[in-house]
């Protein structure tokens, strides 16, 4: 029978500290944004950070219908940007800024440096895999994005873009976001959220009402490619549907994520289990591709 030594626990219970001092000094003063660390009182549990306010934490955010199949990236840039203060924008004029229908996480990534806005890059691949071309999704467009992603992902510093090649754990995106400074946008895969149960946290009204929303029965959307798949690992053809959200806040008593879907008609935030979240980000095709964008001290965090 296997027992954690004492060693191993004081190691746990350190990190645990260090990961709980982090998350705090990210969350600022406000108490209701401290947040407190509750350690495994079981072998295999696992660490997991929790505000003391049980209320959702999240980010009031406008929402944005996508008008096409592959301006989901463009519609979540645009909620972001309206929710930092942006109000000149409109879908037409992010399409005239980034004139592609091939919108990779990197575009978006440049898109939002223009306007300003402090933006982290966090992707487990760097660059264009041009070992996909074999794959349906990318074939028609993987070798004339190529040069151009290459040539985004390169000048990424010199644009501003905190580029990092890491993933990011379920725990530290929750910490983000319980800050109320920062949306994320995220790819992930939409099948993983099809179906999936979700519940309304009360919204605004929608900014782009008349625009169509994207059925998970049309097309696989050229707007959500991923900034490059990982090797060697088969797909079917049904298997991924690439898409961008903006996730806006935590509801920590519920495990629930908050998030912004392009595709809804609903302009009111969805609270979606943290699980399945967590599992279509990580989703094969999205290289756990994230946008972790500041905002500016004016933006307020809803109660």
Known sequence: MYTRSSCTEVH?????????AAASSRAGDDELLHLELLLPRAKGAQLALFP???????????????????????ACALMVLRAAGVRSQ????????????????????HLLRRFGLNVEFLTVTLGANPAYARERFYRAHLRADCARVSRLFQEADGAGIALQQRSLSQAELAGRLLSGRTLVIALVD?????GTPVRGIGGQPSLEGSARPWEPSERLPV????????????????????????????????????????????????????????????AFGTDEDLLLVSLPPEAALAA
């Open 90 to 109: 409109s879908l037409q004029a992010l399409r005239q800024l980034c004139p592609t229908t091939s919108i990779w996480t990197v575009d978006l990534a």
């Open 52 to 74: 003391r306010a049980q209320a959702p934490r999240f980010v009031r955010v406008p929402h944005v219908r996508q008008s096409y199949e592959w301006d989901c990236g463009l």
């Open 223 to 282: 707007g959500a490619m991923p900034s490059a798949p990982p090797v060697g690992r088969p797909r079917s053809a049904h298997s991924y549907t690439g898409h961008y959200i903006v996730l806006c806040g935590y509801d920590a008593a519920a495990d629930h994520f908050l998030l912004h879907d392009p595709a809804a008609a609903c302009s009111a935030p969805a609270a979606v289990c943290a699980v399945q979240v967590d599992a279509a980000r990580r």
């Open 12 to 20: 746990e219970q350190a990190f645990a500290r260090r990961s709980a």
């Open 190 to 194: 939409k099948a993983c959220l099809a």
